[in-house]
């Protein structure tokens, strides 16, 4: 099968090998910055949240955008490009007691994630699009509506 067979074969959408590698090559670099104690990326506050792969077992790291929520708490957001959740939910979701958080400079932290719905999502919305409206952008573009989960310390 050639190259342009296994691109026409895929859904729409759906990434291939070279931009998972670009993905994983970007997180990597992104995650050194966040250890060197870079708080903040595009005008957001960053961190790396840990995971277990779903299906592999193995340890994933992916430098996500989050805001405040309360104390030891964090709201991020799973827009994932738009068209589907991203690996990091999917993986989170499956394995939520394996998850923790690591901010710029400082060790890891195991987290207990739950996603929000109802009013506690409406909420959490108006506040993270009133803090980065390019969210809400985002979510206009997309036709599913974007999880948003809350990292507790535990």
Same mark, same amino acid.
């Given at each position: 099968m050639t190259t342009k067979q296994k691109t026409e074969a895929r859904k729409p /959408? *759906? +990434?291939g090998t070279f931009s998972r590698w670009v $993905? =994983? *090559?970007?997180n990597a670099r992104t995650n050194t910055k966040i250890r060197k104690g870079r708080a903040q990326l595009m005008g957001m506050d960053v961190l790396i949240l840990k995971t277990v792969g779903r =299906?592999? /077992?193995?340890p994933r790291e992916t430098p996500l955008a989050w805001f405040a929520d309360g104390e030891n708490a964090w709201l991020v957001v799973a827009s994932g490009g738009g068209s589907h959740h991203p690996d990091w939910h999917a993986n989170l979701m499956s394995h939520p007691d394996q998850a923790a958080v690591e901010? +710029? /400079?400082s060790t890891a932290t195991p987290v207990t994630p739950h996603t929000l719905a109802g +009013?506690? =999502?409406?909420?959490?919305w108006q506040r993270i699009t009133a803090t980065q409206p390019r969210y809400a952008k985002y979510q206009k573009k997309s036709d599913? $509506?974007? +999880?948003?989960?809350?990292l507790t310390s535990r």
């Open positions: /959408g *759906t +990434p $993905q =994983r *090559t970007m =299906r592999s /077992g193995e901010l +710029p /400079g +009013p506690d =999502r409406d909420d959490a599913r $509506q974007y +999880p948003i989960v809350r």
